[in-house]
């Protein structure tokens, strides 16, 4: 149980394009869902954290008119990378916390490698 | 400043062996703190949580110690095998703003030598 999708897996996009990840929690309600970043080597960043329903909050240093988080049920939570640029190469990753009960763990996804030309 | 460090970048160790990961962080006041596998190019894969009340916690081969004094976990494999080389990294865990927050170390890269 507790499984998390991510679409696409792997993505190639011109500079000043807008890319679109879905993330999905496919056998319980997640009703919180982070997003990361991580490059290589690197450790993985907290981008955003979106509660079902409202707005997401941003980490320090995460343009949120860059990132647009939309958590729009329990089972799924868009990223749009919003005029990319090759520095936004980058290996995005979501999870899910279940609610009530299962607190304090997470489930991720298996990562978009995202690639900006 | 905070900090989260995992011992040496890379650890190799014989098949049958136990490895040992270390954790230490500085700054931090974590209620919990989290171990979880990555491999390459996958997303991480969740494998024991500890509370800051607790010492010690074990899930079949894997071991986690939690030491709030020392500010310092360690992870054992033991009876390790070529299946678990992988990267494991630590994550703390603590109450920002009424969130439950995560920040990862940068991992370890276990590899087990058949």
């Known amino acids: 149980g507790a499984v998390v999708s991510q679409h696409p897996s792997r993505v190639i996009c011109k500079s000043g394009t807008s890319v679109k990840i879905e993330c999905r929690s496919l056998?319980?309600?997640?009703?919180?869902m982070f997003w990361y970043r991580q490059f290589p080597k690197k450790s993985l960043m907290l981008m955003a954290t979106s509660n079902e329903g409202s707005k997401a909050t941003y980490e320090q240093g995460v343009e949120k008119d860059k990132f647009l988080i939309n958590h729009a049920s329990l089972t799924l939570s868009t990223l749009t990378v919003t005029s990319a640029h090759p520095e936004d190469s980058s290996f995005y990753i979501c999870?899910?916390?279940?609610?009530?009960?299962?607190?304090?763990?997470?489930?991720f996804g298996p990562g978009t490698r995202l690639t900006v030309l | 400043s905070q900090k989260i460090e995992q011992n040496s970048e890379a650890l190799n160790i014989q098949e049958g062996k136990t490895a040992t990961l270390t954790c230490n962080y500085t700054?931090?006041?974590?209620?919990?703190l989290q171990w979880y596998r990555q491999d390459p190019g996958r997303g991480p894969v969740f494998l024991l949580l500890i509370r800051e009340n607790e010492k010690e916690k074990r899930k079949e081969r894997l071991k986690v110690t939690f030491d709030t004094t020392l500010k310092q976990s360690l992870f054992h494999i033991t009876a390790s095998q070529p299946a678990d080389s992988a990267t494991y990294l630590c994550?703390?865990?603590?109450?920002?703003?009424?969130?439950?927050?995560?920040?990862f170390g940068i991992g370890t890269k276990l590899q087990v030598i058949p």
């Open positions: 999870s899910g916390e279940p609610g009530t009960g299962y607190t304090d763990t997470q489930y």
């Open positions: 056998d319980f309600q997640a009703t919180t």
């Open positions: 994550a703390l865990g603590e109450s920002s703003g009424g969130y439950q927050k995560v920040t």
């Open positions: 700054n931090y006041s974590p209620a919990y």
